[in-house]
């Protein structure tokens, strides 16, 4: 009997996006631009965060947006409405992107004016943070409604991230959900995470988060 032929894609289709995104990097480093990668489950309320953010930054930092979705331009529009450059990617059925998906949404966006770039990345805990986008930082939202164990059921999420924000904290009377708890399950994850409760509704806790952002910004962009 003939030997089968066994090919590790999965390995190989990782392996050339990091250093797809590893490029990308540099690349970004070298032309002074940041590029946050956000990501969460759906209902997060990854886009009211994002315009809550816009709305403390725009005036400091040069601000585009890129909106990953499998289909709409909902959330494009949105953000089109706070002023700042916004761009629709459609994945084609993808629930991700990955680094040359997302250096062709950072041409169409034209990021060479911008200090910021954000990616709001399509709404998922699993497939987004296996694929590296060449992000200067990544970031995710866990809203009160999902539970403080989504840190023990989706681990490499929180390990990839270097913040957490713990959305609608306005609602926390009215669910079962353990801030020490959360905070103690993510640093399990990655001792490192910067965590930050807010309310995107009304806006408590934000002001922590966006002095946190613009100061990695313009660490990265320094010569």
């Known amino acids: 009997m003939s030997e089968v032929r066994i090919i590790e894609i ?3 289709v990782f392996a050339d996006n990091d250093r797809q995104a590893d490029a990308l990097r540099r690349e970004l480093k070298s032309d002074k631009v940041f590029l946050m990668n956000l990501m969460s489950s759906p209902g997060s309320g990854k886009t009211t965060v994002l315009g809550r953010t816009i709305d403390g930054l725009k005036d400091r930092l040069r601000i585009g947006v890129m909106e990953a979705d499998i289909d709409s331009d909902v959330d494009a529009r949105t953000i089109a409405e706070t002023g700042v450059k916004a761009i629709q990617l459609h994945t084609g059925g993808m629930c991700h992107l990955d680094a040359e998906m997302t250096r062709q949404g950072l041409e169409a966006l034209d990021v060479r004016d911008l200090d910021l770039a954000i990616l709001e990345n399509v709404g998922n805990l699993v497939c987004p943070a296996e694929f590296d986008t060449g992000a200067s930082a990544n970031v995710m939202i866990l809203s009160v409604p999902e539970g403080h164990d989504k840190p023990l059921k989706y681990p490499l999420m929180f390990r990839v991230c270097d913040a957490v924000l713990i959305n609608k904290i306005d609602v926390l009377p009215y669910f079962d959900f353990d801030m020490e708890r959360v905070e103690e399950y993510i640093h ?18 934000m002001a922590a988060w966006t002095d946190w952002l613009e100061a990695r910004v313009r660490d990265w962009n320094e010569v």
């Open 10 to 12: 999965k390995e190989s």
């Open 188 to 205: 399990m994850r990655n001792p490192d995470a910067k965590i930050f409760p807010v309310s995107a509704k009304t806006g408590e806790g």
